[in-house]
């Protein structure tokens, strides 16, 4: 894998610029950090869940965001019904499989939605997206299980049998699609004590797929960006209270110099 740069503090820019409606029907654990990264990112947040107004909510947004990690049958027909529209129209379709692996509900929440209708980007952490792939893993709840197989292989193939992009979060996120493959070393390990950092990214991600039909660019600059935030927001924390706090003032100050000098991305 070779060192690369690519343009993510100008696909920051786009969103600090455009402010793109994205739209998503999430965990409701972590709603308000969901539009809150959005929001500090410079997009607009809304969060619409009622099978009475997604579609008409879907019409104005410039990506879509579905997450299961609070699951219910009637959820799962709303996003059905939102990302019809969002097919549509053309819009970026991300689905977050929250907890797959560990329940019945989830795997088959994840099954339907990606039979019936237009995926764009998949993101989980490890276990998640191994089981999505069809391997017998569990998942411990919604926190990432070991698995002992190939990862980047599994994200490739899984890539190329649904023809979406797919991200991996963990350690090391790493972002399949289009035949090409990166691989984003920023972040820090108070990540992994806060609860909602992995929501906040595929919210993340989202705004960034609202600006760049690049979906594994858009994925990787969104992973990278979000990633940087959490170095800048640890050296100022004393633990994972602070770091919360400082992890939104972080990716609000984000700037150039700060993104290219530490910019971690391997393709």
């Known amino acids: 894998m070779d060192q690369i740069k690519i343009p993510a503090y100008d696909l920051l820019a ?5 402010s793109p409606v994205v739209h998503h029907l999430t965990n409701w654990v972590t709603i308000y950090d969901c539009a809150q990264v959005v929001k500090v990112l410079g997009g607009s947040p809304v969060m619409a869940h009622a099978r009475e107004e997604v ?4 019409e104005i947004a410039a990506a879509l965001v579905l997450n299961i990690g609070t699951l219910t049958t009637g959820m799962v027909t709303a996003m059905k019904l939102a990302a019809q529209v969002a097919n549509a129209r053309g819009i970026p379709v991300l689905l977050d499989a ?4 560990a329940t ?5 929440a994840v099954r339907e939605l990606l039979e019936e209708v237009r995926i764009d980007l998949l993101k989980g952490n490890a276990s998640e997206i191994a089981r999505v792939s069809g391997l017998r893993v569990r998942t411990r709840g919604v926190d990432a299980a070991r698995v002992d197989q190939d990862l980047t292989a599994v994200a490739q193939k899984l890539a190329r049998d649904r023809r979406c992009t797919v991200a991996v979060t963990g350690k090391v996120d790493l972002v399949a699609g289009g035949g090409r493959l990166y691989l984003i070393r920023n972040g820090h390990p108070l990540m992994g004590h806060v609860v909602g950092t992995g929501c906040m990214a595929a919210s993340v991600m989202g705004a960034f797929a609202a600006v760049e039909p690049d979906l594994a660019q858009a994925a990787a600059a969104g992973l990278a960006c979000f990633g940087i935030a959490a170095e800048c927001a640890a050296e100022k924390a004393a633990g ?6 400082q992890l939104f003032d972080c990716l609000y100050h984000l700037d150039r110099e700060t993104m290219e000098q530490r910019q971690q991305i391997e393709s």
């Open 104 to 108: 019945a509900l989830r795997d088959w």
């Open 14 to 18: 786009k969103i600090r610029q455009q």
């Open 240 to 245: 994972p209270g602070s770091f919360k706090e």
């Open 55 to 58: 579609a008409e909510m879907a």
């Open 98 to 101: 929250c907890g797959a692996g």
